[in-house]
């Protein structure tokens, strides 16, 4: 089983994690070199010191030593709190308090050898420095303990405020990358709300200029993009239109003219009139697509104006359906379900009649016509469904468009026109068409009107 892919982060929301990360970064970097400074330079005092007391004391006990009183002159030392000093020659043992064994033994090695030293090391799980001195006139050594508890709590709270203020700095960057990137991407969320409402067919969707140099260029950019649309899609429209209109003449004199033949279809030969049935076809489905196309040029140039009143959806689409080439169609609606809705007749019966026609040339014909209830109370549902060969996943939103057809009915006959013109009159009521699985198969038209009371108005264009 395929793993689900994960949806991509949004722009700012990848900037301001950008702006964060680069934020805790420079933290760590600049916690690091502080941390290492304050220790180097905390610990170069404390030595320093230690250093400074562990000799002044050495040179106390040789004195001590020189007038002969030991014992008073080393139980006379100030040792700091929590540290400890040891002479090791003479062994004086009631004036040994702490075991040389307390010292590291490369300290006491490098005592021993007449030689002075330093060396951190643990005692009792406690940090300390030890200083030794070798007081060569008695060959003694002087060994003491200072400890560095004190050096290392401050250490740790040096890394501690350095710590927060990383993070603090990182979510300061994180917020400032969020503000700044949702301003950077400001005139690009105005770009797409312009195109977006372009494509929906607000053709005179348009950007304002700013202050800004760069963005008054896209703005521009976009603005021509949108005049040559625009001026290409009424072009367009106007030459559909010209073009129906000035077909409708010939076509009109064309049709009268084979009613005329088709009217002494008995007196033709048998091949003629075989002749004149397929023109006969041909000529009304010319008509027909003609005044389809002219349809939805009013459509689109809102010539066409409607009136949305209160109607009973259900007897309305009863009434529609009686009056198609199929009225046996079964209609279903919910016994509960309130019908009522804000539409146009002319509109309902467009759609209706088209939906069911559809049905009857590519799919046999419609097996069921229902009236539902939409996803909200706002609107009402329109559903024809047949038991066709029903319109592939990738052709579903492309057979509402002129001229398509689906792969199970390119060889049939029609204009290709009647889905376009459902979805141009749902989208004129304030609601919209398309196509699903039956659930027996075949396809499942629904067409989605307000309901009334909704304050979803269609455009009476």
Known sequence: MAMPRLRSPRLSTRV?????????????????????????????????????????????????????????????????????????????????????????IELRETVARGQSGQQQFEYDGEPYLGIGVHIRSHDAGYLEAFPLGSTERTLRLVVTALMIGSVLAALFATFFGFTTSRGLLRPLTRVADAAGELASGGLDARLETSADPELDRLAEAFNEMADAVQARIEREARFASDVSHELRSPITAMTAAV??????????????????????????????????????????????????????????????????????????????LDTAAEVDKVRIERIVTNLVENAQVHAAGATRVSIEAGSGSDALLIAVEDAGPGVAAGERTRIFERFARGSASRHRVGTGLGLALVAEHAAALGGQAWVEDRRNGGARFVVQVPAAGSSRRGDSR
């Open 16 to 104: 301001a994690l950008f702006f964060g990360l680069i934020g805790l970064l420079a933290g760590l970097g600049l916690t690091t070199a502080t941390y290492s400074v304050a220790r180097d330079s905390l610990l170069d005092q404390r030595i320093s010191a230690a250093k400074s007391l562990a000799f002044d004391h050495a040179l106390t006990v040789r004195t001590a030593f020189e007038q002969g009183n030991v014992s008073e002159g080393f139980l006379g030392l100030d040792i700091e709190t929590d540290g400890f000093a040891v002479l090791t020659n003479p062994d004086i043992a009631y004036l040994i308090q702490y075991p040389a064994s307390s010292f590291p």
């Open 259 to 336: 009613e005329v033949l088709a009217a002494r279809r008995d007196e033709l030969p048998e091949r003629t009139r075989q002749a004149l049935d397929v023109l006969v076809e041909q000529v009304r489905r010319f008509d027909a697509m003609v005044m389809d196309l002219l349809e939805l040029s009013r459509l689109e140039a809102g010539a066409i104006d409607g009136h949305i009143e209160d109607v009973d959806l259900a007897d309305l689409v009863r009434r529609i359906v009686a009056r198609t080439s199929t009225p046996d169609v079964p209609i279903e609606v919910d016994s509960e």
